[in-house]
Nanobody, 125 residues
Framework: QVQLVESGGGLVQAGGSLRLSCTAS????????MAWFRQAPGKEREFVAA????????YYTDSVKGRFTISRDNAKRTVYLQMNSLKPEDTADYYC??????????????????WGQGTQVTVSS
């Protein structure tokens, strides 16, 4: 089992920045692909970014490329999502996810086994 806890959400004005963190406990963190998803009210959960086990490869959905950066610190068992140039359409609950078997290009939520409880991000215009 892997337990994931997100933090760092909040209210920010458009153009601002936030850094989300997700800390894992349980099994060996470095064995897992880590990803961030988000879900806006009334919408389906969507993929945001993923990072491979050693942090050397990343993958982003087109709408956040150049604005968001995913990274990980395996010693701290933590994955980060640095979000810059935030837009109102980035408003959502953000979730981190982990799985041993997926690829960083796996964007389907149901493919990920472990999930955090989410952290809310609100971007005001």
């Amino acid at each position: 089992q892997v337990q994931l806890v997100e933090s760092g959400g909040g209210l920010v004005q458009a153009g601002g920045s936030l850094r989300l963190s997700c800390t894992a406990s349980g099994r060996t963190f470095s064995n897992y692909i880590m990803a961030w998803f988000r879900q806006a009210p009334g919408k389906e959960r969507e993929f945001v970014a993923a990072i491979n086990k050693d942090g050397g490869s990343t993958y982003y959905t087109d709408s956040v490329k150049g604005r968001f950066t995913i990274s990980r610190d395996n010693a701290k068992r933590t994955v980060y999502l640095q979000m810059n140039s935030l837009k109102p359409e980035d408003t959502a609950d953000y979730y981190c996810a982990a799985d041993f078997y997926v690829q960083i290009s796996t964007t389907t939520p149901s493919r990920y086994k472990y999930w955090g409880q989410g952290t809310q991000v609100t971007v005001s215009s």
